[in-house]
């Protein structure tokens, strides 16, 4: 448990750092490009650790649940 919490947390600190990693909408796309580039990235970084707390939050119920019917 402790092994795999560990590779899903520094899975999701890769993803969040990550430059390559765009996760805007068009409208989203629009207003940082007219905010500048140092904005955009921290709208990128805001939209990115958005979007992870889901992930987890469903991670973690699903291992629960697989761990309670094994």
Do not use: H
């Not at 140092?38 to 707390?53: D, E, S, T, V």
Request: overall charge positive; aromatic content about 12%.
């Amino acid at each position: 448990m402790k092994k795999w919490s560990m590779i899903l947390v520094l899975l999701v600190l890769l993803l969040i750092s990550s430059d390559v990693a765009f996760s805007q909408c068009s409208i989203c796309t629009k207003t940082g490009q007219q905010m500048g580039e140092r904005p955009a990235k921290a709208l990128n970084a805001g939209i990115l650790y958005l979007a992870a707390m889901p992930f987890l939050i469903f991670t973690y119920i699903g291992y629960r649940w697989w761990k309670s019917q094994k």
